[in-house]
């Protein structure tokens, strides 16, 4: 079991855990955190999952894939991409993510 805490867009915080291979924007959507919309389902079509990884974990949770990344480059006009900048619904749970730390922006594209 890993546990991830999610910043939310009013600066409280939500732990919560689970089991290997879950994306991060289904364990969001799943405890009722707020500002992850996922309208898409997690098939990297609408960006509304978006998050910044905490700066400390950057590394190990590791770059966007190739499709992610277009994605991200598309939404840059609407939302401030940085190097934290990853899509949820693409980061999977595994144990050596326990702890896990993702900040949730105010606002999600086109939402
Ligand atoms: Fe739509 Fe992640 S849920 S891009």
Redo the contacts with the bound molecule.
Sequence with gaps: MARVTYVQPDGSEKTCTNFEGM?V?HLAIGNLVDG???????????????VYVDDAWIERVGPPGED?AI?LDALSDAIAVTAGSR????IHITEELDGLRVHIPKEQPGV
Excluded: K, N
């Design positions: 994306a924007m992850i919309d996922a309208l898409c389902g997690g098939v990297r079509q609408c960006g509304t999952c978006h992610e994605m899509l949820s619904c693409q």
